[in-house]
Each structure stands twice: as structure tokens, then as C-alpha cells.
């Protein structure tokens, strides 16, 4: 996510900002801006988020256009992520005299791309764990009941947050005690890759995410040890990888590098509290969004966000780092990064 703005002598007279992968960059944006408002961009101060692209990959390298159209200087809040770009668009446009500040507001502007930044130099996804939980930190009765546990702002938050992920992951509990749809609904439901760990093959066929319109947005992640006429059943309807084990387990790190090498930049987690502790005890979140109603359901089996074997003492816990808290009607969304 980047924008630009184009100015001279303090105003401005250009705005752009980058609508998607191989559509022009925001730096082109505001330079065509420019143009249709009649303004020529010789001379002027380019101010962007995001240090410009100086190799050609979808799109043309910005560096030569913006030396093209005569930009005196560059503003710059972020140095691209990228190890083997980093730096270097800053020199191409030094070289050619023109004037570069770079760092300014460089947090800010990092954390617009969060996400991307971490699959860039990682190449895997970036991690966000989500769960809906009443104060005892549990999302589900005994027999499984968890609709609704937080109230319709919440909702509407957790479907903002898979507007803003590549793909979304539960575990096939979910989908048995659910049979969730797992598409991004506003108005018309949207497609988003779905993601299920299902170690013996066992997602019903006439299950949502199997048998609706966006069937082929679909991956299923099983074991050798799945049935392979189960196996083959599902591959006639969605896409099938066999993933190999680790403890006793689909080995989501295999897992991961995989959907990083397919172009998954973010993943949300939605899964119970097995899968959630998964990522979140082994080490594979980046961040969390817990979102909290002011109940308490109690029990002994009733299902926990997180569960897991636990660790072992204080000094294993999963410490949470620059927590922010925010009301949604009565319930408290809870974000943090996870070091």
C-alpha cells in the first residue's frame, strides 16, 4: 500500500496511490494527476511512502519515469523491504542529481505494509491470530455452540480483517462443527482463498467451502495417512496437497513456505484452539486480534481460544508486544504483535 503526492512552492498538484498488483505505482499516479490538472511536474518535490521501484517487474521501474518528467526532489518515508532492492533506488536517483530524504514517518509507513514487508524478506505469510472469546477466554460451549458470542460491531470488524488477508486457515473441527462458508461478506460475498488442515481427508463433500461457487478458492492440507479415496473424492472438487508430518502433526511450517512461494502474503487464522495454539505456542504468528465480550462461560469443558499443551512455566509464556485496545459496541478487540 503506497501513496503519493506531488507539490511545488508548498502546494499540491498531484495524488496518486497504488490500486493493485501490476497496476501503475502511486508514483505514476500522481505524476498523470499532475498532468490532467494542468500542471507540468518539472522542478517539483515528490513525496511517497515507500522507496520508488528502480527494477523492471510488472510495472516499469519508477525511478526512470521520475527522472523523466524532472522531479528535483524525493521525499521518502520507507526503504523498501526488499534486501536486494533496498537502498538502491535512493542512489539511481542521486546519481542523477536529484535531492533525497528518506525516513521520514519510516514507522508509520512501514506499518502500512506490514504484512508484505514480513513475506518479502521471510517468504512465508504473515501470521494474524484471530478468536472471539468470552472473558474467560473461551469461544464455544461443551457441545460447541459460539453463535454469537460478541455482538454485530465485532462481526464487522473480524470480516474487515479478512479483507485485508490473502487467505484465511481453519482447522477441520471448524468446518465439521460449522460447515463455515469462509468468504468475505459485504453486501455480495467475496472470494478469499480458504485454507484447511484436515490430516485424515475428513471435510464433508457437501461441505460450504467443497461444493460452493468458490469451491476452487479452496485448499485442503492431509496426511499420508488420509484415505486416498477420500483424498481423490476431494481433489475433483478442490485443490489437495498432501503435507508431510512434524510431531504427529501436518507440519505447518512446510505448509507456510509453500503458501509464501504461491503468493500468500497474509493469512488469518480462524481455526479452534488446537490450531490456534499451533501458531501461537510454535512460534509461527506475527500478530493477534482477540476480540472479547463481557461474558463469562465458565466450565470445565467448555473450548478454550488457546489450547494446547500450554507452556510449561512464565518464562515460555507468548508475550505480547505494542498491545492496543479498542471498543466495538460492547466488546474489546485486543491487537498486539507476538515476539
Request: aromatic share 4%; proline share 4%.
Amino acid at each position: 500500500m503506497v501513496g503519493a503526492v506531488l507539490a511545488r512552492r508548498g502546494k499540491i498538484i498531484g495524488r496518486g496511490w497504488h490500486r493493485g498488483a501490476g497496476l501503475p505505482h502511486a508514483e505514476i499516479e500522481a505524476l498523470r494527476d499532475a498532468e490532467k490538472l494542468g500542471h507540468t511536474s518539472k522542478g517539483a518535490t515528490l513525496y511517497v511512502t515507500l522507496e520508488p521501484c528502480c527494477t523492471h517487474g510488472r510495472t516499469p521501474p519508477c525511478t526512470a519515469v521520475i527522472l523523466a518528467a524532472g522531479i528535483a526532489r524525493v521525499v521518502v518515508g520507507a526503504t523498501d523491504p526488499n534486501p536486494q532492492h533496498a537502498g538502491k533506488g535512493f542512489k539511481i536517483l542521486q546519481r542523477a542529481g536529484v535531492a533525497v530524504v528518506h525516513g521520514i514517518l519510516s514507522e508509520e509507513c512501514s506499518a502500512l505494509n506490514e504484512a508484505f514487508n514480513h513475506w518479502i524478506v521471510a517468504r512465508t505469510p504473515f501470521v494474524t491470530v484471530k478468536a472471539a472469546m468470552t472473558l474467560d477466554g473461551k469461544i464455544a460451549t461443551a457441545s460447541g455452540e459460539s453463535k454469537w458470542i460478541t455482538g454485530e460491531k465485532a462481526r464487522a470488524h473480524g470480516m474487515k480483517l479478512r479483507r485485508g488477508n490473502d487467505a484465511i486457515l481453519v482447522g477441520v473441527n471448524t468446518v465439521l462443527a460449522d460447515n463455515p462458508s469462509l468468504t468475505v461478506r459485504a453486501g455480495k460475498a467475496k472470494p478469499i482463498r480458504r485454507i484447511v488442515l484436515d490430516s485424515l481427508a475428513r471435510t464433508p463433500l457437501n461441505a460450504k467451502i467443497v461444493s460452493d461457487e468458490f469451491a476452487q478458492f479452496t485448499t485442503i492440507a492431509v496426511g499420508k495417512k488420509a484415505s486416498k479415496q477420500r483424498v481423490a473424492a476431494l481433489a475433483k472438487k478442490v485443490q489437495v496437497v498432501v503435507a508431510p508430518f512434524a510431531n504427529s502433526k501436518l507440519n505447518l511450517c512446510w505448509l507456510l513456505k509453500k503458501l509464501g512461494a504461491e503468493n500468500v502474503a497474509s493469512l488469518l487464522i480462524e481455526g479452534g484452539g488446537e490450531v490456534n495454539a499451533s501458531f501461537l505456542l510454535g512460534g509461527l504468528a506475527q500478530r493477534v486480534a482477540f476480540f472479547y465480550a463481557p461474558k463469562i462461560l465458565g466450565g470445565r469443558d467448555a473450548r478454550r481460544g488457546v489450547a494446547g499443551e500450554g507452556a510449561k512455566n512464565l518464562l515460555d509464556v507468548v508475550q505480547l508486544h505494542e498491545v492496543k485496545w479498542r471498543q466495538l459496541g460492547d466488546d474489546l478487540l485486543l491487537t498486539a504483535k507476538v515476539i
